[in-house]
């Protein structure tokens, strides 16, 4: 059974940071592209940071220079360091992850966190 479980959300006054972890287990996580993703009600869920097998690194334009995606392949662990938090950096986070790192697109991954909620106050 795969699960992927994120921690660290939270409620951050805007300028500051936050850290975000997702630990998978049930797959052969070093061989999985993943990514981390955000949804506000009524808004589709979209890309924020994804990481290759090999370590390579996307941004969406919003978050380049403040976020930053990183991944332990000896603990099957992801995360997002993120920096410099905006009120609209406000959603539920989600970690998610691909076989196949082709696409930012969410209907591209096969695997889905539960989410973490990040809330950013001005």
């Known amino acids: 059974q795969v699960q992927l479980v994120e921690s660290g959300g939270g409620s951050v006054q805007s300028g500051g940071s936050l850290k975000l972890s997702c630990t998978a287990s049930g797959i052969s996580y070093a061989r999985y592209c993943m990514g981390w993703f955000r949804q506000v009600p009524g808004k589709e869920r979209e890309g924020v940071a994804r990481?290759?097998?090999?370590?390579?690194?996307t941004y969406a334009d919003s978050v380049k220079g403040r976020f930053t995606i990183s991944r332990d392949n000896a603990k099957n662990t992801l995360y997002l360091q993120m920096n410099s938090l905006k009120p609209e950096d406000t959603a539920m986070y989600y970690c998610?992850?691909?076989?196949?790192?082709?696409?930012?697109?969410?209907?591209?991954?096969?695997?889905w966190g539960q989410g973490t909620q990040v809330t950013v106050s001005s």
């Open positions: 998610a992850a691909t076989a196949y790192c082709y696409s930012f697109r969410p209907d591209a991954y096969v695997y």
């Open positions: 990481i290759y097998q090999d370590g390579s690194t």
